[in-house]
């Protein structure tokens, strides 16, 4: 079965970077598009960032981008966020994403507090 672990998170303040990693099991990581989500407190699930299966092409929102990169490690089957230039918007619950199997799978997710 599919599994996604999240890690990484913790309190930073505005300005610093955190490194966030998905441990993958029960899929290749570099036969699927991987996605980052994060939920605010009172708010909806956003999309962060995205990459395809070769790495080829990535996406970001346009409130990130420029300060994270989404990355994988294929020979520890981990997908990264780098997430630099903090400000008190990216405190979320942050959660990666795969569809595989005809289904969407999810981490536990990893708080990130953005806080001075």
């Known amino acids: 079965q599919v599994q996604l672990v999240e890690s990484g998170g913790g309190l930073v303040q505005p300005g610093g970077s955190l490194r966030l990693s998905c441990a993958a099991s029960g899929l290749t990581i570099s036969n699927y598009a991987m996605n980052w989500y994060r939920q605010g407190p009172g708010e909806e699930r956003e999309s962060v960032a995205g990459i395809t299966s070769t790495g080829a092409f990535t996406n970001y929102a346009n409130s990130v981008r420029g300060r994270f990169t989404i990355s994988r490690d294929a020979a520890k089957n981990t997908l990264y966020l780098q997430m630099n230039s903090l400000n008190p918007d990216g405190t979320a619950v942050y959660y990666c994403?795969?569809?595989?199997?005809?289904?969407?799978?999810w981490g536990q997710g990893t708080q990130v507090t953005v806080s001075s």
């Open positions: 994403n795969v569809y595989a199997y005809s289904a969407d799978h």
